[in-house]
């Protein structure tokens, strides 16, 4: 379920769930703020998702580098240096 299949549409994964997760990121939220904010919008959302998908998809996030914690606990979007690409 981390990537879309035949049978499992982008909105059902768990790369999907993600960009959901980084488009409400747009200030630091602890990981409780961010289900809220889903709970209230999930009718607009196109899947089911669950608490625990929320922790695999975030889970996910961290491993590719695209979120960090704040000194508050809170999850944030990870900063992308200026850097020069070869």
């Given at each position: 379920?981390l990537?879309?299949?035949?049978?499992?549409?982008?909105?059902?994964?768990?790369?999907?769930?993600?960009?959901?997760?980084?488009?409400?990121?747009?200030?630091?939220?602890t990981?409780?703020?961010?289900?809220?904010?889903?709970?209230?919008?999930?009718?607009?959302?196109?899947?089911?998702?669950?608490?625990?998908?929320?922790?695999?998809?975030?889970?996910?996030?961290?491993?590719?580098?695209?979120?960090?914690?704040?000194?508050?606990?809170?999850?944030?979007?990870?900063?992308?240096?200026?850097?020069?690409?070869?």
């Amino acid at each position: 379920m981390l990537m879309p299949a035949k049978h499992i549409t982008f909105a059902e994964s768990l790369l999907g769930f993600g960009s959901y997760v980084l488009a409400t990121l747009s200030e630091p939220m602890t990981i409780d703020q961010v289900w809220r904010i889903f709970e209230r919008d999930s009718n607009k959302y196109p899947a089911y998702q669950s608490f625990d998908n929320l922790i695999l998809a975030v889970d996910v996030l961290f491993a590719v580098g695209a979120l960090t914690l704040n000194e508050y606990g809170e999850l944030e979007l990870k900063k992308v240096g200026g850097g020069v690409c070869a």
